[in-house]
């Protein structure tokens, strides 16, 4: 049976690196969207590097031509280069799905947020909410998966332990289980003959914010020092982010903060381990 053509966007980002190297390894017939060609290192005869601006719609014109299954990782933590939230989680991914519906592709997967719907007070998750309500009326078939956090957000808590102390909000014992992007990439890939129209998905260890704190302090060798804030801060925190700083700067700590008093548990799936991320961080700077 002959394997499906795929584009990727989003492919030189955290998550779209290990999703190129999957869909190479598993002989898809692989596209990948790219603003500089030089800054991909990657190459294999099933793979076609082609330079587009997702953010332009007249350099997509017929970029999913022959395309069957259009995979999306597009967006921003950090709004820079004068570019919002809504140009990019959002226009970007709407001209990619406007293409992919004049090229008559099979299906649309989209990389979102675990409890993004509950979260469309926030600005970034405003926009990529947005997008999927605009992919589900679309008319393409379509799958949402939503990630929790990945190791790499979890980089914060070793910041804070290298100082001798990690601080959190309330009594830290909210659960959450952060997934490695390669786990999550075997996910986005298999999603691609799987009639699934929304996947929640998140590590293999479900952990508190205490044994996260806990991991991170350990990787660096250090004594257990764990201070936790009353919520009250962390409201006063977020207020005064919001009022006194632009969208640009509070966008990733109003989500961060406000995603820490949640509980953010997802369906455990994969192989790797937070502890072992947290240790190679540390042996490797």
Known sequence: MTKEKILLAGATGYLGRFITKELIDKDYETKIIVRNKDKVKLKA???EIIEAQVTNPDSLKNICANVDIVISTVGITRQKDGLTYMDVDYQANANLIDEAKKSGVKKFIYISVLNGEKLRHLQICEAKEKLVDYLKSSGLDYCIVRPNGFFSDMADFL???KGGKVYLFGDGKLKLNPIHGKDLAKEVVDAINQDKKEINIGGP???SQNEIAELALKAYGKKIKIVHFPDWIRKFALWCVRTFTSSKTYGPIEFFMTTMVMDMQ??????????EFFNDEVKNK
């Open 205 to 207: 260890d479900l952990l």
């Open 45 to 47: 005869p099933n793979l």
């Open 159 to 161: 910041k804070m332990a």
């Open 266 to 275: 997802a369906p455990q799936f994969g192989n790797e381990r937070l502890e």
